[in-house]
């Protein structure tokens, strides 16, 4: 069994096919409280910058493309 300590996932995910950042979106960016989120200027879709999640979901909810993910650590459910 192989036990790894690294997290290889940061706990927002955007999925760049459905990011529409490239056509002006923002609102990731905007309704995260911490500011942990920022569009990529080179690929012109959302990322996380910040990997400090409180896991308070508006980034997932409020995407209109569907595009974030947020992966909720299961001691955090
Ligand atoms: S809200 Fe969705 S579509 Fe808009 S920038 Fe963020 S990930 Fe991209
Ligand atoms: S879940 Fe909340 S804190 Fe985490 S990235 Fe989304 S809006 Fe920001």
Redesign the pocket.
Known sequence: MTITLTRTQA??VVDEEKCIADKGCTV?VD????D??AIDMVKNKAF?KFDE????????QDCPTGA?H?NIPYLVR
């Not at 999640?53 to 997932?60: K, N, S, V």
């Open positions: 706990p927002v990731c309704v995260c409280p911490l942990l989120l996380m999640c409180w896991y308070c979901m508006p980034c997932e974030v947020v």
